[in-house]
């Protein structure tokens, strides 16, 4: 059982395009919701994170949306370019769960030129 | 630079073989973690160990043990290999959490490439 559901699973757009990937999770007990970009060969890293007590969070073109009624939270991507081409992984965790994460399933992305 | 280090690439092994993967960070980091990742199923938690000697298990934890001897390195070792282990494997390292509410990134390798004939 997932308990975080990442969509869609692979995703096109256009340079400059908006791609947006959606999660949804069920355990109220998540307090951080990180997102973690992998291209290709390398492992995943860190691309940005908020935290429920706000509904969006802005670093350079990446955007995180959270509606925490909803229990459900966004990466949109502004001017998309083909560098951004990689999988997306959103992730969450839970208070005191020592750093432990628990990741969608995650989005593979394609930016055309 | 932050770095963890995974001792191979690719790794092709028999069903029934013992397979050992290794990995090291050099960030002083005390939680070190194994995931094998799956198309469609994302990242899952084989195990975690958040001190020397000490693991704890993740959600996949099963045919699958740990070791950590030194602070800086966490073993992953497949007991009796099976077609259904073949899979990419990541490790990754993070601080541990000091505070309530505080949160630390998770630095991974690069993953290595386990095929189980």
């Known amino acids: 059982q997932q308990q975080v559901k990442q969509s869609p699973q692979s995703l096109i757009v256009q340079k400059g395009g908006i791609p947006i990937i959606n999660c949804a999770y069920e355990?109220?007990?998540?307090?951080?919701f990180p997102w973690y970009q992998q291209f290709p060969g390398k492992g995943p890293a860190l691309l940005i994170a908020i935290r429920p007590d706000v509904s969006e969070k802005k670093e350079g073109r990446f955007t995180i949306s959270f509606n925490k009624s909803a229990k459900q939270f966004s990466l949109h991507i502004m001017d998309s370019q083909p560098g951004d081409s990689a999988t997306y992984f959103c992730?969450?965790?839970?208070?005191?769960?020592?750093?432990?994460?628990?990741f969608g399933g995650g989005t593979r992305l394609m930016v055309k030129p | 630079d932050v770095k963890v280090t995974q001792s191979s690439r690719y790794l092709v092994k028999r069903t029934g073989e013992k397979v050992f993967l290794e990995c090291v960070q050099d960030?002083?980091?005390?939680?070190m973690f194994w995931y094998r990742q799956d198309p469609g199923l994302g990242l899952r938690l084989i195990y975690f160990s958040y001190d020397v000697k000490m693991k704890e298990k993740g959600d996949i934890p099963e045919g699958y043990s740990v070791s950590r001897e030194k602070k800086e390195r966490f073993s992953l070792i497949l007991e009796s290999a099976s077609t259904n282990q073949t899979s990419m494997y990541l490790c990754?390292?993070?601080?541990?959490?000091?505070?309530?509410?505080?949160?630390?990134?998770?630095?991974f390798g690069p993953g290595t490439r386990l095929t189980v004939l």
């Open positions: 960030m002083d980091h005390e939680n």
């Open positions: 990754a390292s993070s601080f541990w959490t000091s505070g309530v509410g505080v949160h630390n990134e998770q630095f």
């Open positions: 992730a969450a965790s839970r208070l005191n769960a020592g750093n432990m994460l628990t």
């Open positions: 355990n109220t007990a998540f307090d951080y």
